[in-house]
C-alpha cells in the first residue's frame, strides 16, 4: 500500500551502506572497499529505466570485476 512511505522511511545511510550507486569511479570505489572489507560476492539488482542500460551496468561491473580479479585496482 504506502510504498512511498516506506521508501521515505529507509535513511540514505543504509541506501549507500548497500547499494552501488553513482558513476563509474564511485562504483569502483565501492568495489575495492567492499573487497577490501572481506566481501567475495555481490547481489545485483540492477535497477536502470531500460534492459538495455541494466546489462550496460552489469557489463561494467564485471569490466571493475575482471580488472580486481587480475590483480589491478579497478
Do not use: F, W
Amino acid at each position: 500500500g504506502r510504498k512511498a512511505d516506506a521508501a521515505l522511511a529507509v535513511p540514505d545511510d543504509l541506501v549507500d551502506a548497500v547499494s552501488l550507486l553513482g558513476d563509474a569511479s564511485a562504483i569502483r570505489t565501492k568495489v575495492v572497499a567492499l573487497r577490501d572489507a572481506g566481501v567475495s560476492t555481490l547481489l545485483l539488482n540492477p535497477v536502470s529505466s531500460t534492459p538495455q542500460q541494466r546489462v550496460a551496468d552489469v557489463a561494467m561491473l564485471r569490466a571493475i570485476r575482471d580488472r580486481l580479479v587480475s590483480g589491478e585496482e579497478a
